[in-house]
């Protein structure tokens, strides 16, 4: 494993090898980090990369090419060595392929590149999917960038608010007690496109917002400034913090994908979300993290 940094004029990141995590986000003035810091008694991760599968399968398996297969949620890729790709002053970038242990899982091969481009107060995610197979690759990938908060130690976080930009309301598909969609929608209202992070918040788990409902999402203080700000163009998104722990975080994941229905009996090509490459194509997404 190996760690590398990232600096501009205003910010600096830190990646780490394993999974090609961003790890750290910092500004380079005052030296305030924006990045959680995995401390596993609320959740030992920062910012995994979900891949080849967003959420959870239905009873861990699923069916592709006329087999059932096994999948852990948010597939593998989190849990793996990514080797760099290349360096330069503001971007990097890492690579992982597909081998002999992936395809026991996951029965495509695949090239997957995740890319860090350093923009101003900016920090560009880019997302690279190669098929070199010879058949159609079906997947799924997502991101679950987690910041602190409160950002200002003199706030609480239950003073804080999510801000979803110039909408009146937000619809969020509900979770079930395995972590599969239901068909419940439940529809929360905004003032001024602010949510307010109460206790009860996630007790149902993230809030998964479908159908390209907004594309901008800000984690706010309780004088409603602007801390971070997620842009994407993806067409779903969750936002999340474990269950009845008030953990002192609030992840922001743009998704192109998402977790099995409970009613879900189809193939891996049918799932919701999903995403399919042809033969030598290449599949090219990204979202951007800006701070204050």
Aim: aromatic share 12%; glycine share 8%; proline share 4%.
């Amino acid at each position: 494993m190996a760690v590398y940094e990232l600096k501009n004029e205003k910010i600096s990141i830190v990646i780490d090898s394993l999974g090609a995590e961003l790890k750290s986000l910092k500004k380079l003035e005052g030296g305030k980090e924006y990045m959680w810091c995995g401390n596993a008694e609320y959740w030992n991760r920062t910012s995994p990369i979900l891949f080849p599968f967003v959420g959870g399968v239905k009873n861990k398996v699923y069916r592709a090419k006329g087999k059932t297969w096994p999948m852990t949620q948010h597939g593998f890729a989190r849990d793996m060595e990514f080797s760099l790709f290349s360096r330069e002053k503001d971007e990097i970038w890492f690579e992982r392929d597909s081998n002999e242990e992936t395809l026991e899982k996951y029965p495509y091969e695949f090239v997957l590149k995740l890319g860090y481009r350093l923009c101003e107060n900016r920090v560009i995610v880019l997302w690279q999917v190669e098929n070199p197979g010879a058949e159609d690759m079906y997947f799924s990938i997502g991101g679950h960038p987690a910041f602190n908060c409160p950002i200002q130690e003199e706030e609480s976080r239950e003073e804080c608010f999510v801000d979803f930009g110039a909408v009146g309301q937000v619809v969020s598909t509900g979770i079930s007690e395995n972590g599969l969609a239901l068909e419940e929608k439940k529809a929360y209202p905004l003032t001024d496109g602010k949510l307010a992070l109460t206790a009860e918040l996630f007790r149902r788990d993230a809030l998964v917002i479908e159908d390209r409902q907004t594309n901008t999402v800000s984690l706010c203080g309780r004088d409603g400034k602007r801390y971070v700000k997620v842009t994407m163009d993806a067409p779903l998104f969750g936002v999340w913090s474990p269950a009845g722990k008030l953990a002192p975080f609030i992840c922001i994941e743009p998704w192109y994908g998402r977790c099995d229905s409970e009613d879900f009996q189809g193939t891996l090509e049918e799932r919701k979300w999903g995403n399919m490459i042809k033969p030598g194509q290449v599949w090219k997404s990204s979202y951007t993290i800006e701070v204050e």
